[in-house]
């Protein structure tokens, strides 16, 4: 087994983090009380109470209700800053990070203050935390696609410092093939693409994201697995999985994580990595997600080095940037054992 202090030293990469999704009990209230806004729970314990999911959808309404206290630039920087500090405690040295800007600009904030905000922490994200970022907008595929397109354009007019675009919110019922005309303007200004597909969406979602979308990385796609020429081409193409243990437990997309099918897919040769989502909603954070698979799946040094490194090569980071870190995980690997 792995103790805490190894998994921190084991140079991490996180590639599926929901910036909102590191909005903090304390942080809420703190903002609450800062921008004058009344929450509907009387108090952080009543709040905390609210933690409990049945599903993907369960979950939204709690994490979208709680974004109304992110009001102006310094909120969304606090938060950014906030996140940066506690990965850089959990030993991520690389963070390609998505935002939600349709959650904001629907309740009265407008792009560039929440863009803004979270682009000037990633800024100084390297000076600051030696945490390397990027930005990926993520668009809500349960809203008209149409808002979407229209938000691309304006990101595109504004020159949003992202890297990428990519698909989340409530998945079934609401297909890939409906964001085919945004992904495709993404593709023209050079945008990388990610969805999020077979999350609790089928493998159809997955196929449609691979083949009309043209994404380069598939955000959860843990149903892959129901469909065996699926994995036979996610297994050929090496197309990356972010796999999110946490969040599959407390979607109650897998029962437990002992039932967690990611020793399955390393197994079958999926280019999967790991990562936390959502993690102030989801019980932790990058370095707790890697102990919880030391300690309830028996991962040892070889397998969270595999993960490490399926992240590393995963990630947007040019060749040159990714070669010292692939170094550092081998020297780290050599020190396990
Ligand atoms: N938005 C934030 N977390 C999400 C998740 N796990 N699935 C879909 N949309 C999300
Ligand atoms: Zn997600």
Known sequence: MLTPAQIHDLPKVELHLH???????ELI?????RNGIRLPWADIEELRRQYEFTDL???LNLY???MAVLQTEADFADLTRAYLRRAQAAGVRHAEIFMDPQAH???????????NGVASALAESEAEFGVSSALIVTFL?????AEALTMMHDLIEMRAPIVGIGLDSAEV???PIDFVEVFALAREHGLQCLAHAGEEGPPAYVWQALELLQVSRIDHGIRSLEDDV???HLVKHQIPLTVCPFSNVRLRVVDTLADHPLPAMLARGLAVTVNSDDPAYFGGYLDDNFTALTDTLSFGAEEVATLARNAVRASFLTADAQAPLLMEINEWLSAQL
């Open 64 to 66: 979208y209700a709680n």
């Open 57 to 59: 959808q369960s979950f």
């Open 141 to 145: 595929r349960d809203r008209e696609a």
């Open 230 to 232: 699926l994995v036979e």
């Open 29 to 33: 209230m703190q903002l609450a009380e």
């Open 105 to 115: 600009t629907v309740r009265g904030v407008d792009l560039a203050t929440c863009v």
């Open 19 to 25: 910036i909102e999704g590191t909005l903090e009990p």
């Open 173 to 175: 019922g609401h297909p």
